[in-house]
């Protein structure tokens, strides 16, 4: 597995998306891909699993992201030059060279950061943008000696609020439908932010596959 590249991403969207761009690598074997669960917990238990296979290839976390610094506009490629976690940990990563990346530091929070307040604390950190995943991985590749690269796109810039949706999306970010329903009943305003969220996340799909596309033409590292 010395040569192996695997592909992670948070979500089950966020997967879907990817194995659609990359899916002829993936078929050939060159390439893999597997989702870990949204949150620091759910990438620990990956780097678990990944301790366990004996895995000794490259790693490469891709997805959405929520833009801390204000420069930055929805559809952004922001590759890390660091993992942050939010006791003011670093794991220093050596970032690909991709066509019109912003490269910095990326903050790995424990909960979504849900409102253009919490964003504005968060900057404090010094990272270019927040995500939930990277840290545990990276902090695990690093203890490894093993190359891991950590790019996403931006979704929701520094301004943008996110829906707050409780607990109706499951672990890899899937609607529970009776749990949205109960909490949409209450706030229609949530379920038009909802609305407008999935409509970017749909408008920015290509980019993300874009992104999947020129990591796997990398290949592992």
């Not at 990346?101 to 950190?125: H, I, M, Y």
């Not at 109960?182 to 874009?210: D, K």
């Amino acid at each position: 597995m010395d040569h192996a590249l695997l592909f992670i991403t948070p979500t089950y969207a966020e997967y879907a998306a990817v194995r659609a761009a990359v899916a002829d690598r993936l078929a050939g074997g060159t390439l893999r891909l597997a989702p870990c669960g949204i949150g620091p917990a759910r990438a620990l238990a990956l780097s678990r699993r990944l301790e366990r296979s004996g895995w000794t290839g490259t790693l490469a976390l891709l997805g959405w992201a929520g833009g801390l610094s204000p420069h930055l506009a929805a559809g952004d490629l922001v590759v890390a030059d660091a993992a942050l976690d939010g006791g003011g940990q670093r794991v220093p990563l050596l970032p690909p060279d991709l066509p019109g990346a912003t490269v910095g530091p990326l903050l790995s929070a424990p909960a979504l950061l849900l409102t253009a307040q919490a964003k504005r604390d968060a900057r404090s950190s010094g990272a270019l943008a927040v995500e939930m995943e990277a840290y545990p991985l990276a902090a695990w590749a690093a203890a490894r000696n093993l190359p891991f690269v950590h790019a996403r796109i931006i979704l929701d810039t520094a301004s943008d609020a996110l829906p707050d949706l409780g607990d109706a999306l499951d672990v890899l970010g899937r609607v529970r439908p009776a749990r949205l329903i109960r909490r949409l009943l209450g706030r229609p305003r949530t379920a038009l932010s909802l609305l407008a969220l999935a409509r970017r996340v749909r408008e920015l799909e290509p980019a993300l596959q874009a992104l999947a596309r020129a990591l796997a033409a990398r290949g592992p590292q």
